[in-house]
Protein backbone atom coordinates (compact mmCIF):
# COMPACT_ATOMS: atom_id res chain seq x y z
CA UNK A 1 0.00 0.00 0.00
CA UNK A 2 2.85 2.45 0.69
CA UNK A 3 4.80 1.93 -2.19
CA UNK A 4 1.17 2.32 -4.03
CA UNK A 5 1.15 5.68 -2.80
CA UNK A 6 4.53 6.81 -2.88
CA UNK A 7 4.19 5.68 -6.96
CA UNK A 8 1.26 7.64 -6.79
CA UNK A 9 2.76 10.79 -5.28
CA UNK A 10 5.46 10.35 -7.74
CA UNK A 11 3.31 10.25 -10.81
CA UNK A 12 1.35 13.56 -9.92
CA UNK A 13 4.42 15.41 -9.05
CA UNK A 14 5.89 14.46 -12.53
CA UNK A 15 2.10 15.38 -14.63
CA UNK A 16 1.84 18.66 -12.35
CA UNK A 17 5.27 19.75 -12.81
CA UNK A 18 4.96 19.03 -16.45
CA UNK A 19 1.13 20.71 -16.80
CA UNK A 20 2.22 24.02 -14.95
CA UNK A 21 5.87 24.60 -16.23
CA UNK A 22 6.58 28.47 -16.83
CA UNK A 23 7.35 29.45 -19.85
CA UNK A 24 10.73 30.36 -20.34
CA UNK A 25 12.88 32.30 -23.01
CA UNK A 26 15.72 31.07 -24.67
CA UNK A 27 18.14 33.97 -25.35
CA UNK A 28 17.16 37.46 -25.59
CA UNK A 29 14.93 38.81 -28.21
CA UNK A 30 16.58 39.87 -31.58
CA UNK A 31 15.63 43.38 -33.34
CA UNK A 32 16.08 44.11 -36.86
CA UNK A 33 15.12 48.24 -37.93
CA UNK A 34 14.73 50.55 -40.50
CA UNK A 35 13.81 53.91 -40.47
CA UNK A 36 9.93 52.68 -40.29
CA UNK A 37 9.48 49.51 -38.93
CA UNK A 38 11.42 47.63 -36.61
CA UNK A 39 11.12 42.80 -36.40
CA UNK A 40 11.38 41.20 -32.92
CA UNK A 41 12.13 37.73 -32.62
CA UNK A 42 12.29 35.31 -29.50
CA UNK A 43 12.03 32.17 -28.45
CA UNK A 44 10.73 30.12 -25.94
CA UNK A 45 10.92 26.50 -24.75
CA UNK A 46 7.67 25.36 -25.58
CA UNK A 47 4.84 26.87 -27.71
CA UNK A 48 2.74 29.64 -26.85
CA UNK A 49 1.01 32.71 -27.48
CA UNK A 50 3.12 35.93 -29.35
CA UNK A 51 2.31 39.09 -28.01
CA UNK A 52 4.57 42.49 -27.65
CA UNK A 53 3.61 45.83 -26.25
CA UNK A 54 5.65 48.82 -27.14
CA UNK A 55 5.51 52.85 -26.81
CA UNK A 56 8.21 55.57 -26.69
CA UNK A 57 7.67 55.38 -23.02
CA UNK A 58 8.74 52.34 -20.85
CA UNK A 59 6.36 53.12 -17.99
CA UNK A 60 3.45 53.12 -20.59
CA UNK A 61 3.88 50.77 -23.35
CA UNK A 62 0.58 52.09 -25.13
CA UNK A 63 0.78 49.55 -28.83
CA UNK A 64 0.48 46.07 -29.06
CA UNK A 65 0.99 43.23 -31.36
CA UNK A 66 -0.01 39.54 -31.56
CA UNK A 67 1.05 36.53 -33.45
CA UNK A 68 0.37 33.04 -33.50
CA UNK A 69 0.62 30.33 -31.05
CA UNK A 70 4.73 29.22 -31.65
CA UNK A 71 8.10 28.20 -30.26
CA UNK A 72 9.66 31.07 -32.66
CA UNK A 73 8.25 34.25 -32.24
CA UNK A 74 8.72 36.99 -34.74
CA UNK A 75 6.74 40.21 -34.95
CA UNK A 76 7.28 42.62 -37.69
CA UNK A 77 5.87 46.71 -36.25
CA UNK A 78 5.07 49.37 -38.91
CA UNK A 79 4.53 52.82 -39.28
CA UNK A 80 7.28 53.74 -36.67
CA UNK A 81 8.89 57.14 -36.51
CA UNK A 82 12.77 57.48 -37.85
CA UNK A 83 15.94 57.88 -35.60
CA UNK A 84 13.08 57.20 -32.28
CA UNK A 85 13.91 54.65 -29.34
CA UNK A 86 11.07 52.31 -28.84
CA UNK A 87 10.55 50.54 -25.68
CA UNK A 88 8.88 47.03 -25.67
CA UNK A 89 8.12 43.81 -23.60
CA UNK A 90 7.88 40.30 -25.22
CA UNK A 91 5.52 37.55 -23.51
CA UNK A 92 2.66 34.91 -23.57
CA UNK A 93 -0.73 35.59 -23.00
CA UNK A 94 -0.07 35.00 -19.41
CA UNK A 95 3.53 36.22 -18.72
CA UNK A 96 5.64 38.98 -19.50
CA UNK A 97 8.91 37.16 -20.51
CA UNK A 98 11.61 40.20 -21.22
CA UNK A 99 11.69 44.05 -21.84
CA UNK A 100 14.18 45.85 -24.67
CA UNK A 101 14.67 48.78 -26.37
CA UNK A 102 15.21 49.46 -30.30
CA UNK A 103 16.02 52.37 -32.12
CA UNK A 104 14.64 53.19 -35.60
CA UNK A 105 17.14 53.88 -37.97
CA UNK A 106 17.06 57.34 -39.83
CA UNK A 107 19.80 59.22 -38.28
CA UNK A 108 19.31 63.00 -36.74
CA UNK A 109 16.88 64.93 -38.47
CA UNK A 110 18.38 67.69 -41.06
CA UNK A 111 19.88 70.55 -39.67
CA UNK A 112 17.80 73.46 -41.09
CA UNK A 113 19.55 75.40 -43.83
CA UNK A 114 21.03 78.73 -43.05
CA UNK A 115 18.45 81.39 -44.55
CA UNK A 116 19.94 84.29 -46.43
CA UNK A 117 21.78 87.27 -45.68
CA UNK A 118 17.87 89.10 -46.61
CA UNK A 119 16.00 86.52 -44.84
CA UNK A 120 18.62 86.77 -41.61
CA UNK A 121 17.95 90.98 -41.51
CA UNK A 122 13.97 90.63 -41.98
CA UNK A 123 14.17 88.24 -38.92
CA UNK A 124 15.81 91.19 -36.58
CA UNK A 125 13.49 93.56 -38.05
CA UNK A 126 10.30 91.53 -37.81
CA UNK A 127 11.15 89.12 -35.03
CA UNK A 128 7.32 88.34 -34.54
CA UNK A 129 6.50 87.31 -37.40
CA UNK A 130 8.23 84.20 -37.81
CA UNK A 131 6.18 81.40 -38.22
CA UNK A 132 6.78 77.61 -37.19
CA UNK A 133 7.09 75.61 -40.10
CA UNK A 134 4.49 73.04 -41.18
CA UNK A 135 5.90 69.91 -40.92
CA UNK A 136 3.79 66.50 -41.27
CA UNK A 137 4.17 64.24 -38.29
CA UNK A 138 5.95 60.82 -39.24
CA UNK A 139 3.63 58.71 -36.88
CA UNK A 140 -0.22 58.91 -36.85
CA UNK A 141 -2.37 58.08 -34.00
CA UNK A 142 -3.98 54.49 -32.99
CA UNK A 143 -6.20 52.91 -36.20
CA UNK A 144 -9.44 53.97 -33.08
CA UNK A 145 -8.83 57.12 -33.14
CA UNK A 146 -8.22 58.44 -36.79
CA UNK A 147 -10.89 55.81 -38.41
CA UNK A 148 -15.15 56.54 -38.56
CA UNK A 149 -16.17 52.87 -38.23
CA UNK A 150 -13.77 50.45 -37.35
CA UNK A 151 -16.08 47.59 -37.85
CA UNK A 152 -15.56 48.65 -41.78
CA UNK A 153 -11.54 49.25 -41.43
CA UNK A 154 -11.12 45.64 -43.17
CA UNK A 155 -13.51 45.43 -46.45
CA UNK A 156 -11.92 49.00 -46.77
CA UNK A 157 -8.09 47.32 -46.60
CA UNK A 158 -9.46 44.67 -48.57
CA UNK A 159 -11.35 46.75 -51.18
CA UNK A 160 -8.66 49.36 -51.63
CA UNK A 161 -5.31 48.49 -49.40
CA UNK A 162 -3.19 48.01 -52.47
CA UNK A 163 -4.13 51.41 -54.13
CA UNK A 164 -0.91 52.20 -51.24
CA UNK A 165 0.52 49.36 -50.89
CA UNK A 166 -0.54 48.80 -47.61
CA UNK A 167 0.38 45.39 -45.17
CA UNK A 168 -2.67 45.81 -42.81
CA UNK A 169 -5.44 47.49 -42.06
CA UNK A 170 -3.65 49.18 -39.24
CA UNK A 171 -1.15 50.90 -42.06
CA UNK A 172 -3.86 51.68 -44.66
CA UNK A 173 -5.90 53.77 -41.61
CA UNK A 174 -2.48 55.42 -41.14
CA UNK A 175 -1.70 56.29 -44.46
CA UNK A 176 -5.16 57.81 -44.65
CA UNK A 177 -4.30 59.74 -41.92
CA UNK A 178 -1.19 61.19 -42.51
CA UNK A 179 -2.91 61.87 -46.16
CA UNK A 180 -5.26 64.04 -44.29
CA UNK A 181 -2.09 66.02 -42.40
CA UNK A 182 -0.22 66.39 -45.79
CA UNK A 183 -2.97 67.78 -47.23
CA UNK A 184 -3.35 70.57 -44.87
CA UNK A 185 0.28 71.67 -44.75
CA UNK A 186 0.44 71.09 -48.75
CA UNK A 187 -2.99 72.84 -49.06
CA UNK A 188 -4.31 70.17 -51.34
CA UNK A 189 -7.73 70.10 -52.79
CA UNK A 190 -10.56 69.82 -50.35
CA UNK A 191 -14.12 69.81 -50.60
CA UNK A 192 -16.51 70.36 -47.54
CA UNK A 193 -20.41 68.74 -47.73
CA UNK A 194 -21.95 71.15 -45.23
CA UNK A 195 -24.93 68.85 -45.48
CA UNK A 196 -22.67 66.17 -43.01
CA UNK A 197 -19.82 67.68 -42.52
CA UNK A 198 -17.93 65.34 -44.39
CA UNK A 199 -14.39 66.43 -45.73
CA UNK A 200 -13.54 64.99 -49.25
CA UNK A 201 -9.37 65.31 -50.57
CA UNK A 202 -7.47 64.92 -53.74
CA UNK A 203 -4.41 64.77 -55.04
CA UNK A 204 -3.74 65.31 -58.44
CA UNK A 205 -0.01 64.14 -58.88
CA UNK A 206 -0.99 60.83 -57.29
CA UNK A 207 -4.79 60.28 -57.88
CA UNK A 208 -4.90 59.29 -54.21
CA UNK A 209 -8.73 60.75 -52.62
CA UNK A 210 -10.12 60.50 -49.02
CA UNK A 211 -13.46 61.38 -47.17
CA UNK A 212 -13.47 62.51 -43.58
CA UNK A 213 -16.31 62.76 -41.17
CA UNK A 214 -16.88 65.89 -39.13
CA UNK A 215 -14.86 64.87 -36.74
CA UNK A 216 -11.82 64.24 -38.90
CA UNK A 217 -12.00 60.39 -39.26
CA UNK A 218 -11.31 58.56 -42.10
CA UNK A 219 -14.44 57.28 -44.03
CA UNK A 220 -12.96 56.00 -47.33
CA UNK A 221 -9.27 56.33 -48.57
CA UNK A 222 -8.80 54.93 -52.29
CA UNK A 223 -7.27 56.32 -55.75
CA UNK A 224 -10.55 56.24 -58.37
CA UNK A 225 -10.14 55.25 -61.46
CA UNK A 226 -12.39 58.00 -63.63
CA UNK A 227 -10.64 60.92 -64.57
CA UNK A 228 -13.49 63.14 -63.85
CA UNK A 229 -14.20 61.87 -60.07
CA UNK A 230 -12.84 64.65 -58.53
CA UNK A 231 -14.73 67.43 -60.49
CA UNK A 232 -17.99 65.37 -59.75
CA UNK A 233 -17.50 65.65 -55.93
CA UNK A 234 -20.01 67.38 -53.84
CA UNK A 235 -19.16 70.57 -51.63
CA UNK A 236 -17.59 74.06 -51.47
CA UNK A 237 -14.56 73.85 -51.76
CA UNK A 238 -12.30 75.28 -48.55
CA UNK A 239 -8.69 75.91 -47.89
CA UNK A 240 -6.81 74.35 -44.51
CA UNK A 241 -7.40 77.31 -42.45
CA UNK A 242 -11.19 76.74 -42.76
CA UNK A 243 -11.46 73.06 -40.92
CA UNK A 244 -13.47 73.36 -38.00
CA UNK A 245 -11.98 70.12 -36.47
CA UNK A 246 -8.01 69.25 -35.24
CA UNK A 247 -6.67 65.97 -35.88
CA UNK A 248 -3.26 66.28 -34.65
CA UNK B 1 -42.26 47.74 -40.42
CA UNK B 2 -39.69 49.74 -39.19
CA UNK B 3 -38.50 52.49 -41.31
CA UNK B 4 -34.44 54.04 -41.35
CA UNK B 5 -32.89 56.11 -44.17
CA UNK B 6 -29.81 53.58 -43.02
CA UNK B 7 -30.59 50.81 -45.62
CA UNK B 8 -28.68 49.80 -48.89
CA UNK B 9 -30.67 50.62 -52.18
CA UNK B 10 -29.30 47.57 -53.48
CA UNK B 11 -29.73 44.62 -51.11
CA UNK B 12 -31.90 46.29 -48.53
CA UNK B 13 -29.45 45.84 -45.33
CA UNK B 14 -30.85 47.95 -42.97
CA UNK B 15 -28.26 48.82 -40.51
CA UNK B 16 -25.88 50.73 -42.39
CA UNK B 17 -23.71 53.25 -39.90
CA UNK B 18 -25.54 56.06 -41.90
CA UNK B 19 -27.96 56.97 -44.87
CA UNK B 20 -25.96 55.56 -48.60
CA UNK B 21 -26.72 59.77 -49.57
CA UNK B 22 -27.44 62.82 -47.68
CA UNK B 23 -29.67 64.97 -48.36
CA UNK B 24 -27.97 67.25 -50.66
CA UNK B 25 -26.32 63.81 -52.69
CA UNK B 26 -23.09 62.85 -51.25
CA UNK B 27 -22.03 59.98 -50.81
CA UNK B 28 -21.64 58.13 -47.43
CA UNK B 29 -18.36 55.84 -49.06
CA UNK B 30 -19.78 52.70 -46.74
CA UNK B 31 -19.25 49.93 -47.77
CA UNK B 32 -22.07 47.78 -47.33
CA UNK B 33 -21.64 44.74 -45.45
CA UNK B 34 -24.28 42.63 -47.15
CA UNK B 35 -23.93 43.10 -50.70
CA UNK B 36 -20.41 45.36 -50.70
CA UNK B 37 -22.16 48.01 -52.52
CA UNK B 38 -19.89 51.19 -52.11
CA UNK B 39 -21.69 54.56 -52.63
CA UNK B 40 -19.87 57.15 -54.21
CA UNK B 41 -17.08 54.44 -55.73
CA UNK B 42 -19.29 51.33 -57.27
CA UNK B 43 -21.11 53.89 -58.53
CA UNK B 44 -19.62 56.88 -59.11
CA UNK B 45 -16.10 55.58 -59.79
CA UNK B 46 -16.77 52.32 -61.27
CA UNK B 47 -19.91 53.19 -63.46
CA UNK B 48 -22.32 50.45 -61.72
CA UNK B 49 -25.80 51.34 -61.12
CA UNK B 50 -27.81 50.18 -58.84
CA UNK B 51 -30.34 47.70 -60.23
CA UNK B 52 -26.89 46.37 -62.23
CA UNK B 53 -25.14 45.31 -59.34
CA UNK B 54 -28.48 43.96 -57.25
CA UNK B 55 -28.70 41.82 -60.39
CA UNK B 56 -24.90 40.26 -60.61
CA UNK B 57 -25.43 40.32 -56.59
CA UNK B 58 -28.38 38.15 -56.78
CA UNK B 59 -26.78 36.01 -59.54
CA UNK B 60 -23.89 35.28 -56.86
CA UNK B 61 -26.07 34.24 -54.59
CA UNK B 62 -26.40 36.33 -52.74
CA UNK B 63 -23.64 35.95 -50.58
CA UNK B 64 -22.45 38.31 -46.95
CA UNK B 65 -19.66 40.13 -47.79
CA UNK B 66 -18.19 41.76 -45.32
CA UNK B 67 -15.02 40.31 -43.99
CA UNK B 68 -14.77 42.55 -40.91
CA UNK B 69 -18.90 42.13 -39.79
CA UNK B 70 -20.56 39.08 -39.48
CA UNK B 71 -24.27 38.78 -40.44
CA UNK B 72 -26.94 39.66 -38.11
CA UNK B 73 -28.18 36.10 -36.30
CA UNK B 74 -31.03 34.79 -38.66
CA UNK B 75 -29.90 37.00 -41.56
CA UNK B 76 -32.02 35.91 -44.57
CA UNK B 77 -30.94 37.93 -48.10
CA UNK B 78 -34.70 36.83 -49.64
CA UNK B 79 -36.47 38.38 -46.57
CA UNK B 80 -34.41 41.26 -47.11
CA UNK B 81 -35.18 42.14 -51.13
CA UNK B 82 -38.37 41.60 -49.59
CA UNK B 83 -38.65 44.20 -47.73
CA UNK B 84 -36.41 46.55 -49.61
CA UNK B 85 -39.45 45.55 -52.46
CA UNK B 86 -42.05 46.82 -49.84
CA UNK B 87 -40.10 50.05 -49.18
CA UNK B 88 -39.62 50.79 -52.98
CA UNK B 89 -43.63 50.21 -53.34
CA UNK B 90 -45.02 52.64 -49.97
CA UNK B 91 -42.43 55.00 -51.08
CA UNK B 92 -44.39 55.05 -54.41
CA UNK B 93 -47.53 55.54 -52.65
CA UNK B 94 -48.64 59.14 -52.55
CA UNK B 95 -51.06 60.00 -49.63
CA UNK B 96 -53.16 57.26 -47.92
CA UNK B 97 -53.67 54.23 -49.66
CA UNK B 98 -58.07 53.90 -50.08
CA UNK B 99 -59.41 51.88 -47.35
CA UNK B 100 -60.32 48.30 -48.16
CA UNK B 101 -64.38 48.01 -48.22
CA UNK B 102 -65.59 45.48 -45.74
CA UNK B 103 -68.87 43.85 -46.55
CA UNK B 104 -70.53 41.87 -43.45
CA UNK B 105 -72.20 38.60 -45.05
Not at chain 1, 43 to 57: A, I, K, P, S, W
Not at chain 2, 64 to 84: E, F, I, M, V
Request: contains cysteine; positive net charge; charged residues 20%.
Amino acid sequence: MRAFVHALVGVIACLSGTLLHAVELIGEPQTRTTAYTATIQWRTDVECGTRLQFGLNPAALDRKAEGAVARDHTLQLDALTPATTYYFSVGSARAKLATGTFTTAGGTPAAAPQPSLIRRVLNVITPDKKEAPAVVPAQAPPTRQTWGHLDSLQDHFNRHGRDFSSKTPDDYAAKAWLFLQRARTESLPMKLDDTDGTLRVFDPSTRAFAAYNGAGMTKTFFKPGNPTYWQRQPGRVVKPADLRFSSR
Amino acid sequence: MKITPNFCPVCGYDKLAEPPRNRTGGASMEICACCGFQFGVTDDDNGVSIDDYRQRWITDGMPWTSAGKKAPKGWNPQTQLGSLALRATLSRVKGRPPRMAVSMV
